[in-house]
């Protein structure tokens, strides 16, 4: 079992930065795929990241490519988001997940994903 709490959500203006966070909790931290996922209102929710166990690998929606950096500290059990260049469109729920998918891809569907946090809302106003 895994318990995710996310922080760091909040108003920022276009252009802005934020950084996410998300505390896990657990000893086995380190064999989950984590990852994030968004929603905006009447929206569906959709993948912005993921990130590989140990290694590193990164997986990035296309909206988010060159903007956002996914990141993870396995010996603090926590995973972090830095977003740049905020838009208006990245307004939206963040929700830190994780997966204990096999295989070697950083999986990118919600169904993927066993664990969920219960969100933290980022809003950019432009």
């Known amino acids: 079992q895994v318990q995710l709490v996310e922080s760091g959500g909040g108003l920022v203006q276009a252009g802005d930065s934020l950084r996410l966070s998300c505390a896990s909790s657990g000893r086995t931290f380190s064999t989950y795929y984590m990852g994030w996922f968004r929603q905006a209102p009447g929206k569906e929710r959709t993948f912005v990241s993921g990130?590989?166990?140990?290694?590193?690998?990164?997986r990035y929606g296309d909206s988010v490519k060159g903007r956002f950096t996914i990141s993870r500290d396995n010996a603090n059990n926590t995973l972090y988001l830095q977003m740049n260049s905020l838009r208006p469109e990245d307004t939206a729920v963040y929700y830190c997940?994780?997966?204990?998918?096999?295989?070697?891809?950083?999986?990118?569907?919600?169904?993927?994903?066993?664990?969920w946090g219960q969100g933290t809302q980022v809003t950019v106003s432009s």
């Open positions: 997940v994780a997966s204990q998918v096999f295989g070697t891809a950083v999986p990118n569907r919600d169904y993927e994903y066993r664990y």
């Open positions: 990130i590989s166990r140990v290694d590193g690998r990164t």
